[in-house]
């Protein structure tokens, strides 16, 4: 199973240590957040829907039920606007919007 996968960098990953270059994503058989070490440069990245992308991709294992999975794209996230936008991009459950 595929996973959309996040890599956090400059002002979108303040609140960690500047050497923890990791790639986070869910567990889209049990749920749960994981992550991994990033392997590929950020160079790998390419400009895709709005953001830079890795659509290559990584293979992963998720630490709390063991099912292998393939974490594509990764998605290279910058600051908090970025952030927010990401989010609202690729939203597992979209929100419903009522009008009156």
């Known amino acids: 199973m595929e996973t959309i996968g996040v890599r956090y960098t400059a002002w979108a990953a303040l609140d960690r240590d500047p050497q923890d270059d990791r790639v986070e994503f869910h567990c889209p058989h049990c749920g749960a957040a ?5 392997r590929r440069p950020r160079s790998e990245y390419r400009f895709t829907d709005g953001f830079l992308q890795d659509e290559q ?42 009008s009156r």
């Open 34 to 38: 994981g992550w991994k070490p990033a």
């Open 57 to 98: 991709g990584e293979m992963a294992v998720c630490r709390s039920c063991r099912q292998r999975l393939r974490v594509a794209p990764v998605v290279l996230v910058h600051d908090a606007d970025e952030k927010r936008r990401f989010e609202a991009f690729f939203t597992l459950e979209p929100e419903l919007v009522l």
